[in-house]
T-cell receptor, first 117, second 111 residues
Framework: NAGVTQTPKFQVLKTGQSMTLQCAQD?????MSWYRQDPGMGLRLIHY???????DQGEVPNGYNVSRSTTEDFPLRLLSAAPSQTSVYFC????????????????FGEGSRLTVL | EDKVVQSPLSLVVHEGDTVTLNCSYE??????LLWYKQEKKAPTFLFML????IEKKSGRLSSILDKKELSSILNITATQTGDSAIYLC???????????FGKGTHLIIQP
């Protein structure tokens, strides 16, 4: 009964380092996405994928890369970490893309708290 | 640019009170309005609203959508300390294929 699993839960980086946040879901969801949550800003969409091999940019994609080689996994890569990327990152998935259905409910992972010094 | 605005941003009430949280939206190709509750970790789904005027209810929580006014409200009656959380409103549709979230309402229920 895992749902959406994110690792690591906490990470501290130095400016300029790179790292990958992992996200895996076991619900056979076609749609997966990454959000960042900052105080006073709500959740903002970084990147999303509507199926294996397909990715697209969200509202705040700069400084991040994603790939979707399998249905289950959707890693988020920080190429050269900056203090502005200090945030809590959430991976979320659903059966279908929100824009095409009236079943826009997303299932969220528990979040990854990233601090960039 | 798509936008979802929630009010108030924070609210402190006493146990037993009734609260109303507000959400207004400007989302292109709007499809649905969703409410989530966020305690310490992941947001958890409460309601999805697609039709105007039809109330959705779950226990002490209820919500309704007004497409003419581009708004929604979330009501919580007989509040309990366990209702303390951040309540997030989000619209689906929009340019990017995801949800546009508001900043949330931080609700604190005092015993």
């Amino acid at each position: 009964n895992a749902g959406v699993t994110q690792t690591p839960k906490f990470q501290v980086l130095k400016t300029g380092q790179s790292m990958t946040l992992q996200c895996a879901q076991d619900m056979n969801h076609e749609y997966m996405s990454w959000y960042r949550q900052d105080p006073g800003m709500g959740l903002r969409l970084i990147h999303y994928s509507v199926g294996a091999g397909i990715t697209d940019q969200g509202e705040v994609p700069n400084g991040y890369n994603v790939s979707r080689s399998t249905t289950e996994d959707f890693p988020l890569r920080l190429l050269s970490a900056a203090p502005s990327q200090t945030s809590v990152y959430f991976c979320a998935s659903s059966y279908f893309r929100p824009s095409l259905t009236n079943t826009g409910e997303l299932f969220f992972g528990e979040g990854s708290r990233l601090t960039v010094l | 640019e798509d936008k979802v605005v929630q009010s108030p941003l924070s609210l402190v009430v006493h146990e037993g009170d009734t609260v109303t949280l507000n959400c207004s939206y400007e989302v292109t190709n709007f499809r649905s309005l969703l409410w989530y509750k966020q305690e310490k970790k992941a947001p958890t789904f409460l309601f999805m609203l697609t039709s105007s005027g039809i109330e959705k209810k779950s226990g002490r929580l209820s919500s309704i959508l007004d497409k003419k006014e581009l708004s929604s409200i979330l009501n919580i009656t007989a509040t309990q300390t366990g209702d303390s959380a951040i309540y997030l409103c989000a619209g689906s549709g929009g340019g990017a294929d995801g949800l546009t979230f508001g900043k949330g309402t931080h609700l604190i229920i005092q015993p």
